[in-house]
């Protein structure tokens, strides 16, 4: 028998570590892929962590909580237990323990709709009457502008005016129509705006789509930087 060992000492942690997944979400379920640049991950584990991270088969809210997973380059569904600013942590461990470095992800998880409101209204004759908040309009001239501004209750991105059938419309109806710009009407833009923050907007009744007689409802749409858009 011979009186000597062979063994191999493995200091080198797996390299090249990623991790992808969305900067913003409207749900608390995200999508995360990681990986490595290694060739040869035989043995190889992974974890995914971070605070408020619903700790199950998948990920858990600390690394020691955080079930071990097989190694691939799947998509895996993370789940976190509130909205808000969330740090996703992934690591690859090799087949004797050595940890790769971290990989980090920052997103924003926003499930809650932003809402709208309005003041500062100008423009109409007889304003607040009941069910005419912005008052009475013609075509003529001192007589066809709406003036208002806008306040969304938390960040959004983009903003858009449509008239629309009813109040509780959405955006996505496919009655709402879009006011001209012709002659000065502001109808939205992509541009970020604060919570608490104000924008104003002008509408010339010239602007909209074959205007007849009658009651109008022009509602403003928001969307969050989860990508929802507004509702009420």
Request: hydrophobic share 40%; glycine share 10%.
């Amino acid at each position: 028998m011979a009186s000597f060992l062979n063994f191999y000492l493995d200091l080198q942690a797996p390299a090249g570590i990623t991790l992808s997944a969305p900067a913003s979400s409207g749900t608390l379920t995200v999508s995360a892929t990681g990986n490595t640049s290694d060739v040869d991950k035989t043995g190889y584990t992974m974890k995914f962590w971070g605070t408020d991270v619903v700790t199950n088969s998948v990920a858990g809210a600390t690394e020691a909580t955080a079930p071990p997973l097989p190694f691939d380059n799947n998509p895996h569904t993370v789940t976190f237990a509130t909205e808000g600013s969330k740090t996703l942590r992934f690591a690859v461990y090799d087949s004797v323990g050595n940890k790769s470095t971290e990989a980090t992800a920052a997103i924003n998880i926003v499930t809650s709709l932003p809402s709208i409101t309005i003041d500062q209204i100008t423009g109409g004759v007889n304003p607040n009457l009941p069910g005419n908040d912005a008052g009475r309009f013609s075509l003529n001239t001192g007589f066809r502008t709406l003036s208002f501004r806008f306040s969304p209750s938390m960040e959004v991105t983009e903003w858009r005016i449509r008239r629309v059938q009813s109040s509780g419309a959405l955006f996505t109806d496919v009655a709402n129509e879009v006011p001209g710009t012709t002659n000065g009407t502001t109808v939205g833009a992509v541009e970020t705006i604060a919570a608490g923050g104000f924008k104003n907007v002008t509408i010339d009744m010239r602007d909209l789509p074959t205007p007849t007689t009658g009651a109008k409802i022009i509602k403003v749409f928001v969307k969050n930087v989860a990508g929802n858009w507004s509702e009420a």
